[in-house]
């Protein structure tokens, strides 16, 4: 069974950390490109990291660059999401996908991937 699921949201004050993983079962995850995206009540749904598979490259939203990090435990079948001086607007349900394409401008297009986790909430609030 193909399934990838999410873990690790939860509610944090700004400026504090959190580590989302993806845990990935029914697919070698080293072979895919993987990216995160998140959703905001309201919004539409953004890639923020994205790992190429192969050559190793990294992707960014601007937004998050410099405060989150993508990498993969390929023995765990895992793929992580470090995200380090939350914001407010970081808020959102955060989804890891796979088999799609990592962008330079916009690091993932949702429509180009085909699987989904369901997603875990990140809640960043005093």
């Known amino acids: 069974q193909l399934q990838l699921v999410e873990s690790g949201g939860g509610l944090v004050q700004p400026g504090g950390s959190l580590r989302l993983s993806c845990v990935a079962s029914g697919f070698t995850l080293e072979y895919y490109v993987i990216a995160w995206f998140r959703q905001a009540p309201g919004k539409e749904r953004e890639g923020v990291a994205c790992a190429s598979s192969g050559d190793g490259n990294l992707y960014y939203a601007d937004s998050v660059k410099g405060r989150f990090t993508i990498s993969r435990d390929n023995p765990k079948n895992t793929v992580y999401l470090q995200m380090n001086n939350l914001k407010p607007e970081d808020t959102a349900t955060y989804y890891c996908?796979?088999?799609?394409?990592?962008?330079?401008?916009?690091?993932?297009?949702?429509?180009?991937?085909?699987?989904w986790g369901r997603g875990t909430q990140v809640t960043v609030s005093s």
């Open positions: 996908a796979l088999n799609g394409a990592c962008r330079r401008t916009e690091v993932a297009r949702p429509y180009e991937y085909d699987y």
